[in-house]
């Protein structure tokens, strides 16, 4: 089981970009990828989830209405579209996937509520 994120790179506040994470074993097997974001000297931050058995979806707060998370089935994997990207958006990136059931009590932005782990883009936002 790998998960390889791609798609990192540098761009301009204001600017849009689109990660993509892709998954060697899909579908049904995993209920649940994250996106995560850690920056230089801070700790690893959840940014999104979809929850792959109802397709909701969740966000970190300072990301609600720029990014979105989707999924394409027949390629094995999901995207993160960034737009109106900003300086403090500037981390390495990653797609992680849970393996186990979606409990009532999902902790969508927690670490340990995946198991499966990439290894990670640079994602960096500058003037």
């Known amino acids: 089981v790998q998960l390889q994120a791609s798609g990192g790179g540098l761009v301009q506040p204001g600017e849009s970009m689109t990660l993509s994470c892709t998954i060697s074993r899909f579908s049904s097997s995993y209920y649940a990828i994250a996106w995560f974001r850690q920056a230089p000297g801070k700790q690893r931050e959840a940014v999104s989830c979809?929850?792959?058995?109802?397709?909701?979806?969740y966000y970190v707060d300072s990301v609600k209405g720029r990014f979105t998370i989707s999924r394409d089935n027949n390629k094995n994997t999901v995207y993160l579209q960034m737009n109106t990207l900003k300086l403090e958006d500037t981390a390495v990136y990653y797609c992680?996937?849970?393996?186990?059931?979606?409990?009532?009590?999902?902790?969508?932005?927690?670490?340990?509520?995946?198991?499966?782990w990439g290894q990670g883009t640079q994602v960096t936002v500058s003037s």
């Open positions: 992680a996937a849970r393996s186990w059931l979606v409990s009532p009590a999902f902790s969508w932005w927690a670490l340990w509520e995946y198991d499966y």
């Open positions: 979809i929850n792959t058995e109802t397709n909701s979806t």
